[in-house]
């Protein structure tokens, strides 16, 4: 029998033709789905498994983080204060290299501690031995698209990750009632040589998957496309048939306008990494300027070892108060356009419109309350701006993934959290070598 849940609050926040802001409402969850969202209602005769009623709380969808590598967390704060290249190449592929399968689960469940906690509900990850992740996302309930990272600098170490990436749809692909969710993942036009990517993109296109993709996130790169390809990236991109698909391209940091241009017409989402791109020096994405353009842009932290966290609030605060110091314009991306990147458009861009993202009837319960009963969230005039320029993530105190309750009143539901640090700690300082 389906359990019938009611969550009520001061306010629910849901997507409509716009942000709807609702006082005192609530969410009718029915074996995992949004049956009702709106005004509450007299409920006197409905009768629920349990009733969730938040005084001085906000409803509203559960955070959307679009890119990360969320085993990267080992790594957090193991390399900081480098250029991209040199933090790579001396710094993390070393480590990497020591990684053993084992590892990347608990590396993924420390990231999923990070991101319940944070409100994040549904995550992009790219990464390697990533049946280990989706097992971690299984055990904790959270939703995922996950993609085994692919790089075709060596032949046959290209086709082997292929398989492997293939095998992760095969195994994967829709696993945990739909929860996860696969992509094909080529790293970037940098570590995968156009040939590659053909084989890549005809592969997604047969097995009827997105690709996730690194794309221009650095000056390097576009002056290495140049000259090795006499293209920059997204044109080669579009060269290749590779946009083509149902395609996530992150960073996106330097565009020409025709890149922009192409990005939209060939309906390409960008999963937009503020966060990392400033702490790596690798740039501001325009953000503006892709938005105008109408491309799908989400927001996404990157991992935990070039971010150095999962904090997808921050990462709405950054993405909005960057764009106007840039461009001397405090009009320019307002709160409830961050909020757009980090739900809707999260969604979107992980091709679960229709699933997640809105708290729309219908859609799947993946939602969080928001503790507005706090001295930085006081006095309350706009709940945008109080999300977006006052919230902490700490402030969340209720994650709800297909109606499961993973994080109540900081109380991680699905996971032993301690152990997790405790194992995690361990491997860390065996990979580091301490
Ligand atoms: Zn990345």
Not at 204 to 221: G, Q, S
Not at 328 to 335: E, F, L, N, Q
């Amino acid at each position: 029998m389906s359990q019938k849940i009611l969550v009520q609050a001061d306010w629910l926040l849901k997507w409509g033709e716009g942000l709807e802001i609702i006082p005192r409402g609530e969410v009718e969850i029915a074996g995992g789905i949004i049956s009702y969202s709106g005004p509450a209602r007299e409920n006197k005769e409905r009768d629920f498994t349990r009733v969730i009623r938040g005084k001085n709380r906000l409803i509203m969808p559960g955070l959307i983080n679009t890119h990360t590598h969320a085993a990267m967390s080992l790594f957090r704060g193991y390399a900081d204060d480098m250029p991209l290249q040199e933090w790579l190449e001396k710094r993390i592929w070393p480590v990497e290299a020591r990684l053993k399968k084992k590892d990347i689960y608990w590396g993924t469940l420390l990231a999923i501690c990070e991101m319940i906690r944070g409100g994040t509900t549904c995550f992009a990850d790219m990464y390697f031995y990533m049946g280990e992740a989706a097992k971690a996302c299984l055990e904790s309930g959270i939703r995922a698209s996950l993609s085994q990272g692919l790089v075709g600098l060596d032949v046959i170490k290209g086709l082997a990750a292929l398989k492997e990436g293939k095998e992760l749809v095969r195994d994967w692909h829709g696993e945990g009632e739909g929860r996860i969710t696969v992509m094909l993942g080529p790293h970037a036009p940098y570590t995968c040589p156009p040939g590659y990517l053909r084989k890549v993109a005809e592969t997604a296109e047969l097995l009827h998957v997105p690709i996730h993709i690194h794309l221009a996130e650095t000056k390097k790169e576009i002056e290495e496309s140049l000259k090795n390809e006499g293209k920059r990236p997204i044109e080669l991109m579009e060269q290749i048939g590779l946009l083509r698909q149902d395609v996530l391209a992150a960073h996106c940091v330097h565009l020409t306008p025709g890149e922009i241009r192409i990005l939209a017409e060939n309906k390409t989402a960008v999963a937009h990494n503020p966060g990392s791109n400033l702490k790596l020096g690798s740039g501001v994405a325009p953000l503006a300027d892709l938005m105008q353009n109408g491309v799908l842009v989400s927001l996404g932290t990157d991992s935990a070892a070039s971010n150095n966290n999962l904090d997808m609030v921050e990462e709405m605060r950054l993405a909005t108060l960057l764009p106007k110091g840039l461009r001397g314009d405090p009009t320019i991306v307002p709160a409830v356009e961050a909020i757009r990147l980090a739900t809707v458009n999260g969604a979107g861009a992980l091709f679960l419109k229709e699933k997640v993202g809105t708290l729309g009837e219908g859609s799947q319960a993946d939602l969080i309350m928001i503790n507005l009963d706090q001295p930085h969230l006081h006095p309350l005039h706009s709940l945008p701006a109080q999300i977006v320029y006052s919230a902490l993530s700490s402030d969340v105190e209720l994650v709800m993934v297909d109606g499961n309750i993973l994080m109540e009143k900081g109380d991680l539901k699905t996971l032993d959290e301690e152990k997790i640090l405790f194992e995690t700690a361990k491997i860390s300082s065996r990979l580091v070598g301490q």
